[in-house]
């Protein structure tokens, strides 16, 4: 029995994983891995993500990444190898990590207490991790951490995202829901990335969409105007809370207190980066 509230886990995870992901709609990481030569996004965002396993070929990546249909990751990989060493792509990531964290948050931020707490706390959560069964995870486990606060942070809020993402697979696999599915029925909630996102940067067609929700309309899942069934809405949230018994160990390590702290820590990290302009304003949704 977990000694924490309920979903402390999940709601300490979720501005930490937000926060992560500012980089790679920031106009810093597309510049610099423009300098090193890779100059389209998709190139960029696969390299970036992946390079900590090494100079991966498309299955690997659409194993681990997931929801990305298999045709557009190989239009980049394992070219992208040629133009970047995975070891340059990791620097220029951090460089990126680095301005984008002082645009969004600004140096006063970077340089205070509370940031330096937020990364003791987050790294000491990500101590509780495995690296077993969890491929991003464990590449990044294996990356040196970063000495300055802020870096170390982002370092940590990526080994928390990567160890929750890789035990949501899991998840997702025993409950059957494929790559499309998973990412249909997320955005039926609202919660999930908008579909227009879901079409500009996954690599499915129209024709792949339909063919998705009709699958989940046959299992009672989804309704003929596109919302989750009540069958719908109890398997997410089984999903989640599946996901959760598999993310519990970092939290339950860092405890309550500390675990309420690191919440409220990254909550504010988060809500000064989106008001920054950290992301796209219409990217979450059902549109």
Known sequence: ?????????????????????????????????????????????????????????????????????????????PAVWR???????????????????????????????????????????????????????????????????????????????????DGHLTALLDLSLDPLEALVSHTATGKGMARKWVMATRGWEQSDWDAAAGRLRERGLLDGEGELTEAGVALRADLEDRTDRLDLAPYELLGAQGVARLTELAKGFLVAAALAGGFPADLVGKG
């Open 1 to 77: 029995m977990s000694s924490l509230p309920p979903r402390a886990g999940r709601h300490c995870h979720n501005p930490l994983n937000s926060l992560h992901a500012t980089v790679y709609f920031s106009p810093d990481f597309t510049k610099e891995l423009a300098g090193l030569g890779v100059e389209d996004p998709g190139a960029a965002y696969f390299a970036g993500r992946a390079a900590a396993m090494g100079a991966v070929g498309p299955g690997v990546v659409a194993a681990t990444f997931y929801n990305f249909r298999h045709d557009l990751i190989a239009r980049h990989l």
């Open 83 to 165: 133009t970047a060493s995975p070891e340059a792509v990791l620097a220029a990531r951090l460089r990126a990590v680095d301005s984008t964290l002082r645009r969004l948050l600004g140096e006063e931020a970077i340089a205070s207490d509370e940031m330096a707490e937020a990364a003791r706390l987050a790294l000491r959560a990500a101590e509780g991790c495995t690296r077993h069964a969890r491929p991003l995870y464990a590449a990044h486990a294996d990356l040196p951490v970063p000495d300055q606060p802020h870096l170390a942070y982002w370092h940590a809020t990526t080994l928390l995202r990567e160890h929750r993402g």
